[in-house]
Each structure stands twice: as C-alpha cells, then as structure tokens.
C-alpha cells in the first residue's frame, strides 16, 4: 500500500507523561501518515507501551497534543473518545481473548456493539472473512485454550478487524512466540495493511518484525525521539545504541 506522506493520521506534539518522579514519555513528538507501518522500538521502559496508551487515553498524558483522524483527542469527552476508538484496532500484548467464549463468539461481541443494525447472516459473514483473512477459518467453534499461542494472537488480530479499522495500534504483536510464528504475525501485519488499507504504529524490540513491517522507523530512548529514518538508515547507523539494536 501506498503510503501518503502529505496526510497525517495521527499527529503527536510533545507528548508527556510521568509517573509520580518517573518521567516516562518527555516532549515525544512524531507523526503516522495515511497508509504507513510505522515501527516504534526501544529498550523495556523507554515509554514505547505508554505512548500508544496515551493515544487512545487508556492513559492520560500530563502534556503535549494528540491529534487523530483530525480530532483533538485530550479535549474530546466520553462519548466523542468512544467514537473514536471505534476507528481504531488495538492488537494487545497479551491478547485479551474470552476464554469463556468460542473464537465466533469473540469475534461476534465487539461487533455487535459497534455495528449494532447487522443480521444474524451479515455477522457471519464477516465473522468468516476475518478468519480467512489470519488464515484460521477452520478455528471457528473452538474455545482459546485449545488454540496455540500464535493462533490466539491471529484470532485477536481477527476480533480487532470485525470493526473494520481505519488505525492499527500492535503492542509488541510478536513476544512470545517461536520465530516461525512471529514471522508469520509480521507478514500478517502487511497483509492487514494492504487488505484492509490501514495505518499502524507497532511497538517492538523485535527487529525481525521491524525489518518485515516498517514503511519507517522511530527510536524511543528514556523517554524521548533518538531516532528516525527508514530500515536502510537504522541498518546502516554507526552509533552505538542503534548497532546493540541492529546487530
């Protein structure tokens, strides 16, 4: 997909926030253009979980701007943020699946509540793309448990998509998983972008997932923007903390 670097989706001015004396996150400013995989890395506690947090307001930053799709997210009340988020996929580390729900009635959940006006037949039927899509049509009627860790990561990218996404928000979307199948979730990524044409910012210190997903790369360290450029630019940096990353 095309990437459209006149066109800001998501739009960050020095962005802060802290916790108690730990400033976390200090005048982060960045921007996701229409249509871009935008890849943030950084050591465990540079902010990189705590800025996509901050997007959406699971977080509440203590300063800066966050503008997405052209709204002004910390001036936005309860119901406008709802929809906002609606707009938006959130792929989490864990994954968050129902353990008490079959991977149909995962998926049917979230979508009965943002697109409340579709039949029983409509629901099915995107239930069933969404599958095909991560390649697990046949996961249908089975429970989580009895789905391997790569598989419970697919079926949650699968609950994200119901929605229909214009923003993809990936938090560490490969921890845990064999480099078979974290490879497979970083291709996935791309197809999802293409199909589905949208923008991302995925948080990793997976380097592999960054060489397989990024349009373009940002370093977070100690709370701030060290770095930004495209894979070939990282790759060919000569300063010590890029090199530890790309080794």
Same mark, same amino acid.
């Given at each position: ?14 962005? #802060? ?24 890395? @950084?050591?465990?506690?540079? @902010? #990189? ?45 864990? @994954? ?45 009627? #089975? ?105």
């Amino acid at each position: 997909m095309e990437v459209d670097v006149h066109t800001p989706v998501i739009e960050i001015t020095n962005l #802060k926030k802290a916790f108690g004396e730990q400033e976390v996150l200090k005048n982060v400013s960045l921007n996701l253009y229409n249509g871009e995989n935008l890849v943030v890395l @950084g050591k465990s506690g540079s @902010g #990189k979980s705590v800025l996509i947090k901050c997007l959406v307001r699971l977080l509440e930053p203590d300063g800066g701007k966050v503008h997405i799709l052209g709204e002004d997210v910390n001036a936005l009340n309860t119901n406008n943020l709802g929809t906002l988020r609606k707009k938006i996929g959130f792929l989490f580390q864990s @994954g968050a699946l129902y353990d008490s729900m079959t991977v149909r009635e995962n998926l049917e959940f979230p979508l009965r509540r943002i697109k409340r006006n579709l039949s029983s037949k409509e629901t099915d039927d995107i239930v069933r793309e969404v599958l095909e899509n991560v390649g697990l049509s046949d996961s249908i009627d #089975k429970m989580p448990s009895q789905l391997s860790g790569g598989m419970r990561k697919r079926i949650s990218l699968a609950r994200t998509l119901v929605a229909d996404p214009l923003i993809m928000l990936y938090d560490e979307p490969t921890t845990g998983l064999d480099p078979v199948t974290s490879d497979e979730i970083s291709f996935l990524i791309n197809d999802v972008q293409k199909k589905y044409k949208t923008s991302s910012i995925i948080i990793t210190h997976d380097i592999e997932c960054a060489r397989h997903t990024a349009n373009r790369l940002i370093m977070l360290q100690e709370g701030e923007v060290y770095m930004e450029g495209n894979l070939e630019q990282f790759e060919k940096s000569t300063d010590p903390l890029i090199r530890s990353f790309f080794k």
